[in-house]
Nanobody, 124 residues
Framework: QVQLVESGGGLVQAGGSLRLSCAAS????????LGWFRQTPGKEREFVAA????????DYANSVNGRFTIARDNARNTWWLQMNSLLPDDTAVYYC?????????????????WGQGTQVTVSS
């Protein structure tokens, strides 16, 4: 059984920064894509960012490109989403996830395991 634990959400003013973290157990990753998604009430879950387990490849949604950075630690069991220049439109529940294939990194339905979600609220 794989468990994902998220942390780092909170309330921040526009222009501020937050860092979300996700820790997976067992410690050795078993999938190729480490992702972040977000969702707001009445809106479909959307892709935010993803990274390969070895850190060689990254991908970002156009809405966050240049502001957010995804990274993983050298133990390959934890990954982060560094969010800078936050906007009110970034307000959402953020979920980390693990998927089997990098090709489907933008498709939430292709991910196998999900964290519990962490709330990010950006005020004007």
């Amino acid at each position: 059984q794989v468990q994902l634990v998220e942390s780092g959400g909170g309330l921040v003013q526009a222009g501020g920064s937050l860092r979300l973290s996700c820790a997976a157990s067992p410690l050795t990753p078993i999938r190729n894509s480490l992702g972040w998604f977000r969702q707001t009430p009445g809106k479909e879950r959307e892709f935010v960012a993803a990274i390969t387990v070895n850190g060689a490849l990254t991908d970002y949604a156009n809405s966050v490109n240049g502001r957010f950075t995804i990274a993983r630690d050298n133990a390959r069991n934890t990954w982060w989403l560094q969010m800078n220049s936050l906007l009110p439109d970034d307000t959402a529940v953020y979920y980390c996830a693990v998927g089997a294939n990098w090709f489907y990194r933008k498709e939430g339905a292709r991910y196998d395991y999900w964290g519990q979600g962490t709330q990010v609220t950006v005020s004007s």
